[in-house]
């Protein structure tokens, strides 16, 4: 069964404007951990986002905020003023214990277009 | 402090040959993790590991592939026969522990390509 769900295979947003990527996740957890990563066209994985499920604060970190709804186990990521540079796959990942260990099992990605 | 690092960067092969990927994670991480991404698909994990300890290989072929992080030097991802279907980028990232929380910081990834 699919655990992570990103429902948009590409969206594109104009330069400045504001774009909100979509994921939900599948649990039976009470408390866990979710996050997002962005993948330029390097490729570099890179950390944008991590949330705690038992903090009822959605998390922020300069243009991008996340909008966690635990009951809907729902996880949008929202990026402000987009950038050229924001330009890249983004994969929503959550972290899960499986045969005891925890690891990533992640969305399969929207890839994000910034236009100029 | 410098990030988790892989090399190489790009490797190309035959069918039939052995590939050879490493891996050195964080300055006081000693837990690493393998991933596989085929091209357009997100990120399928492979092999957990600390040192000298293979923890989960649930991710990993049984057959051909092999993990190992040594007491000393970079954990390596062996393929041994390489085939097409093989080719893909390889993350490796690391940790301080593994736990509900812990983030894993990725290296740049070894893209592998089979000929």
């Known amino acids: 069964a699919q655990t992570v769900t990103q429902s948009q295979p590409e969206m594109s947003v104009q330069e400045a404007e504001t774009v909100t990527l979509s994921c939900t996740y599948d649990?039976?957890?009470?408390?866990?951990?979710l996050f997002w990563y962005k993948q330029p066209p390097s490729r570099q994985m890179i950390l944008v986002i991590r949330?705690?499920?038992?903090?009822?604060q959605n998390a922020t970190e300069n243009r991008f905020s996340v909008n966690f709804q635990k009951a809907a186990k729902s996880f949008s990521l929202k990026i402000s003023d987009s950038q050229l540079g924001d330009t890249a796959m983004y994969f929503c990942a959550f972290m899960k214990l499986t045969s005891g260990t925890y690891k990533y099992i992640f969305g399969t990605g929207t890839r994000l277009k910034v236009l100029a | 402090n410098a990030g988790v690092m892989q090399n190489p960067r790009h490797l190309v092969r035959r069918r039939g040959q052995e590939a050879r990927l490493r891996c050195s994670p964080m300055?006081?991480?000693?837990?690493v993790y393998w991933y596989r991404q085929l091209p357009e698909e997100g990120l399928k994990f492979m092999v957990y590991?600390?040192?000298?300890?293979?923890?989960?290989e649930s991710g990993m072929p049984k057959e051909r592939f092999s993990a190992e992080f040594p007491k000393e030097g970079p954990s390596i991802l062996r393929i041994q026969q390489v085939v097409r279907g093989d080719s893909a980028a390889y993350f490796c990232?690391?940790?301080?522990?593994?736990?509900?929380?812990?983030?894993?910081?990725f290296g740049p990834g070894t893209r592998l390509l089979v000929l």
């Open positions: 300055k006081g991480h000693s837990h």
């Open positions: 590991l600390q040192k000298e300890n293979i923890i989960d």
């Open positions: 649990t039976s957890e009470s408390n866990y951990y």
């Open positions: 949330q705690e499920a038992y903090k009822q």
């Open positions: 990232a690391s940790s301080p522990s593994n736990d509900r929380g812990g983030t894993q910081y």
